[in-house]
């Protein structure tokens, strides 16, 4: 079943490369977005994969407009392009006059909302997927309860539900959560330490299904109901 949901997936994006000229695949972080990715352009001659967390390939868009135009024709597929909003007017106006489908294969893991608006200007340019974690559908193909319990209790990400064993599973879900409150929650322009949000998470958890109550989370926090809000 995942191999059947990776190719369809696969199959989508080349598809909509054929119709567009920049494909965005959006979805958190460690899902599986580079992986899917990578995977497609391994089988399209020429193409470049770019990493804008890695400070060598965002040294190599110094002068983006150069890069683009010198790579034309060529498949792009930018990484974490959250981490450079300014690259979306660049790729407007390459878009723009050299009007070929297939030329960028963009990735975020931030707010797909922040994205889609920073991405604005690429309107009629673009097309979005979103990727999840693991689906029940894509994990238990023949409804095992075992497999279900280990989804419900693990997660769908894909290292914490395929760990060897609990205590790894459960390391790699404190270490991303807190790589996710201290670096990415702040990407989304929210100014509140790690710590308190933290805290917040897992009030939200323990509150989870129940009406949500944001003074009284907010009396817990020292903070307002409109900051909890």
């Given at each position: 079943m995942q191999s059947y949901i990776k190719r369809l997936l696969t199959d989508k994006?080349?598809?909509?490369?054929?119709h567009m000229p920049a494909v965005a695949i959006l979805g958190p972080r460690q899902c599986g977005k580079s992986t899917l990715a990578k995977s497609i352009i391994a089988n399209i001659k020429n193409s470049i994969y770019l990493d804008l967390e890695r400070p060598s390939d965002v040294n190599k868009l110094r002068a983006p407009e150069a890069f683009l135009s010198i790579n034309s024709d060529r498949l792009i597929c930018l990484d974490e392009i959250q981490r450079v909003p300014e690259l979306f007017s660049v790729l407007r106006s390459v878009i723009d006059e050299n009007r070929v489908n297939g030329r960028f294969l963009i990735l975020g893991s931030a707010s797909p909302d922040l994205i889609k608006q920073?991405?604005?200007?690429?309107?009629g340019r673009i097309t979005y997927l979103e990727l999840?974690?693991?689906?029940s559908l894509e994990v238990n193909k023949s409804g095992d309860s075992k497999i279900l319990r280990k989804l419900w209790l693990r997660g769908g990400f894909p290292r914490s539900l395929l760990a060897g064993n609990e205590s790894v599973s459960f390391e790699w879900r404190s270490d991303f959560i807190r790589t996710f409150l201290?670096?990415?929650i702040p990407q989304l322009r929210f100014k509140i330490p790690a710590k308190k949000l933290e805290r917040f998470w897992k009030m939200c958890a323990h509150t989870h299904g129940q009406i949500a109550n944001c003074s009284k989370l907010g009396e817990s926090l020292g903070v307002s109901h409109h900051t909890i809000r």
């Open positions: 994006i080349r598809q909509r490369l054929k920073s991405s604005e200007s690429l309107a999840t974690p693991f689906l201290e670096r990415d």
